[in-house]
């Protein structure tokens, strides 16, 4: 059984494909899938959200964020 992370990156790929083909006219069915599926990856998110232990949600609040240097600053 694949893991919600797994199934949210499954399903996001699948998204960015569909957005591919997305052409002027004709492909209405393509918005309506892509948007079912983004509403299913939110759920996925709620679902891990929920399951995440105390622990993990302040560790996740706590991490900060790569740091990168702007590349027209010297120092």
Known sequence: MA?????IAFLSEEVNLLTTRIKSA???YLYTTIDTLNGRIAELKQEAAN?????EKMQEELEPLP???PDNESF
Do not use: D, H, Q
């Open 3 to 7: 893991t919600i992370e797994e199934k």
């Open 26 to 28: 004709g492909t209405g």
């Open 51 to 55: 399951n995440m232990t105390e622990s």
């Open 67 to 69: 740091f990168r240097w």
